[in-house]
């Protein structure tokens, strides 16, 4: 059983930065495809972004290029979302997600996600 355990979140300044970890259990993250997705108060769900099995290919939220970045570490089966320039728009609820497709391409596509983790909350002021 894939366990996901998401940390790091809570209150930030606009302008400021967080980094958020997924520490997964039961699949090593070597050998998944990782997610993180976002869903703010009242809206859907949404792709935040992706980082392939091996690490070469990573997928981003256009509103999010350029500001959060991907990152896995293999030897602490941690996937990390680093996330600079927060907006008051980047408030929502984090999620980690893990899929077991090795792709060589990373992907955005919620369903390809088997695991999930609890959520960690982060609340841009401005």
């Known amino acids: 059983q894939v366990q996901l355990v998401e940390s790091g979140g809570g209150l930030v300044q606009a302008g400021g930065s967080v980094r958020l970890s997924c520490t997964a259990s039961?699949?090593?993250?070597?050998?998944?495809?990782m997610g993180w997705f976002r869903q703010a108060p009242g809206k859907e769900r949404e792709f935040v972004a992706a980082?392939?099995?091996?690490?070469?290919?990573?997928l981003y939220l256009n509103s999010v290029k350029g500001r959060f970045t991907i990152s896995k570490d293999n030897a602490m089966n941690t996937v990390y979302l680093r996330m600079t320039l927060l907006e008051p728009q980047d408030t929502a609820i984090y999620y980690c997600?893990?899929?077991?497709?090795?792709?060589?391409?990373?992907?955005?596509?919620?369903?390809?996600?088997?695991?999930w983790g609890q959520g960690t909350q982060v609340t841009v002021s401005s």
């Open positions: 997600a893990s899929s077991p497709r090795q792709y060589y391409i990373a992907s955005q596509n919620a369903p390809e996600y088997d695991s």
């Open positions: 039961g699949r090593p993250v070597s050998r998944a495809s």
């Open positions: 980082i392939n099995w091996s690490g070469g290919s990573t």
